[in-house]
């Protein structure tokens, strides 16, 4: 029985997900898997990639072969080139935590017209200035 180290493609049509999982080369592409060992997110920026290193030098050490994709997964981690006895390569560009969004009220701002809109309305206006009239006219 060949082994392979292939990908397992989950998500919705335009947003694919993928895990790396350990299978059985007669297997269909998303069919049973013998383990996962790690995550791949392409759609993201930077794109995520999660592998478990000691599974992965595990199973290339028993005889498991990788595909293409997962070949040029393993040598962006630098697992590829741990396996083989090569240098590693340049770390990976990690993405910047969200930045938290201050507060209005955290940052000290007063907010006198709560919950009132900025500007009066129209049917308003007319009818302060129609009694505006009428108490001109009285006096």
Not at 25 to 32: F, K, Y
Not at 51 to 71: I, K, N, S
Not at 100 to 120: C, M, P
Request: positive net charge; aromatic residues 6%; without cysteine.
């Amino acid at each position: 029985m060949a082994v392979k180290i292939k990908l397992k493609r989950l998500g919705k049509i335009r947003s694919p997900h993928y895990r790396i999982v350990v299978a059985d080369s007669r297997t269909r592409r998303d069919g049973r898997a013998i383990e996962e060992i790690g995550k791949y997110h392409p759609t993201y920026h930077p794109s995520v990639i999660e592998v478990d290193a000691d599974r992965v030098a595990y199973w290339l050490g028993v005889g498991a072969q990788p595909t293409e994709p997962v070949l040029a997964i393993l040598k962006k981690t630098g697992d590829w080139q741990k396996f083989k006895g090569e240098p590693a390569p340049a770390p990976l560009l990690v993405a910047e935590p969200k930045k938290v969004r201050v507060s209005f009220e955290a940052l000290g701002g007063e907010d006198e017209g709560k919950g009132e809109a900025i500007t009066q309305k129209k049917k308003a206006e007319k009818k302060d200035e129609a009694a505006a009239e009428s108490e001109s006219a009285e006096v």
